[in-house]
């Protein structure tokens, strides 16, 4: 099998990436490992988020510190995941595509800079401008499947976010 043919490409002047994605549409929906690894990616978020609401204070720093590493994290591989869909479209690389998947790891490096509660926050919003970016580009390379998903994990990871920072800020007010 050529190269190219493992990669799923066609050959010069082949279609797009989107159209030959347009006719395959069940070969882009998440899997039920993708399924079972995202949503399962929500236990440290929400597990560290209701322990700052039930731990003692003295407990309060250090895990807001590792959801906010955790989240920071998380954020890095959403702009990264920019970088691969560049690369499976590699004959015509958008370097638009390219630059928007460093942008929120430097973004999560500056939350892991800010004060533990504001940088909470900064992943909270940076988390619903990934999603956004990925509600354009995603139907560009036939992953609207992925959205739905990626809506529950947005949600679930910005209100984790928040809450902790909601309680840090509590705390020292």
């Given amino acids: ?35 079972g690894l995202g949503y399962g990616g ?11 609401w039930f731990l003692a204070p003295s407990n309060h720093a250090l895990t807001a510190s590792a959801l906010l590493s955790y989240s920071a994290t998380i954020v890095s591989f959403l702009g990264a995941i920019h970088w691969g869909l560049t690369m499976r479209d590699a004959p ?31 992943i909270a919003v940076l988390l619903w401008i990934c999603f956004a970016v990925d509600r354009v580009v995603y139907p560009r390379f036939g992953l609207q499947a ?16 928040a809450a902790a920072a909601v309680q840090l800020i509590g705390l020292t007010l």
């Fill in 1 to 35: 099998m050529r190269n190219d043919e493992r990669c799923g490409a066609t050959g010069a002047g082949s279609e797009s990436t989107a159209g030959r994605a347009m006719t395959q549409p069940n070969r882009n929906n998440p899997s039920r490992w993708a399924q």
């Fill in 42 to 52: 929500l236990i440290p978020f929400v597990g560290l988020a209701l322990a700052m």
């Fill in 92 to 122: 015509s690389p958008k370097a638009g595509r390219l630059v928007w998947g460093v942008i929120p790891s430097l973004m999560a490096w500056v939350a892991l800079l800010l004060p533990t509660a504001y940088g909470l926050l900064l």
């Fill in 146 to 161: 992925w959205l739905p998903m990626r809506r529950v994990l947005s949600i679930v990871a910005s209100l984790s976010c």
